[in-house]
């Protein structure tokens, strides 16, 4: 992951993943720019890093990203899929698949499900095969960021799904990643990896696209 500030630091960690193994980038904008800039950025990336796979996470506008970004987009992640535990739990996840049709958009769609900072899910299973429909690749995390997932909570959520994809996104580190690669398909990785909030550290990520097998 790329916390982006702008445009020569997003362009310059995205070259230190490409660099070091990653299977791709998603960018990220924590306030420090707007979701608009952000979509400018992800455009000009893949222009300068035509081999490179590039996702987007527009945190200030959430799944309303879909409706903003380029229909040949790579890959959208969105922290909150609204996969919930209440009376009619797929709702808006059915709303944002309407709007994907819609918009024929063809990416591949991260929804964060039990994840870090949302509403506390007590049947993790349950929640993740709702999920199923809607959501491409079945995102979730530790309790914060930087934090470790629960082993417990990542086993039993792939058990529910079986062979439909799972991510991490949060608390991944190259000396740790092991024991989560049994039971999970994909790791968006950032604090693990990072000299700072905002730059990743060559030799960690590389360190983790070695313990990945890349």
């Not at 445009?7 to 960018?27: E, P, T």
């Not at 309790?143 to 439909?164: E, F, S, V, W, Y």
């Not at 696209?209 to 890349?214: I, S």
Request: aromatic share 8%.
């Amino acid at each position: 992951m790329v916390h982006v500030e702008g445009g020569r630091q997003a362009l310059r960690n995205a070259k230190i993943a490409l660099q070091g193994g990653a299977d791709g980038v998603f960018l990220i904008n924590h306030g420090e720019v707007a979701y608009h800039s952000l979509i400018e950025i992800y455009q000009m990336i893949r222009e300068n890093l035509p081999s490179l796979w590039v996702g987007i996470n527009c945190l200030d506008v959430g799944t309303a990203a879909i409706i903003y970004i380029p229909t040949n987009t790579a890959g959208l992640w969105v922290d909150n899929a609204y996969i919930s535990e209440g009376e009619n739990p797929t709702f808006r996840a059915k709303q944002f698949l309407n709007l994907r049709k819609d918009r024929n958009w063809q990416g591949l769609y991260f929804g964060g499900v039990a994840f870090k900072y949302q509403k506390e899910v007590v049947d993790v299973a349950k929640v993740a095969r709702l999920a199923m429909p809607f959501v491409d690749v079945i995102t979730t995390s530790g309790l914060g960021t930087g934090q470790p997932a629960d082993i417990g909570k990542i086993r039993t959520m792939k058990d529910a799904i079986g062979d439909h994809p799972l991510a991490i996104a949060s608390g991944v580190t190259p000396e740790n990643v092991s024991q989560y690669m049994p039971h999970a398909d994909c790791f968006l990785v950032a604090t693990g990896i990072s000299t700072s909030h905002t730059e990743l550290d060559p030799q960690r990520v590389r360190a983790l696209t070695q313990a990945l097998g890349n």
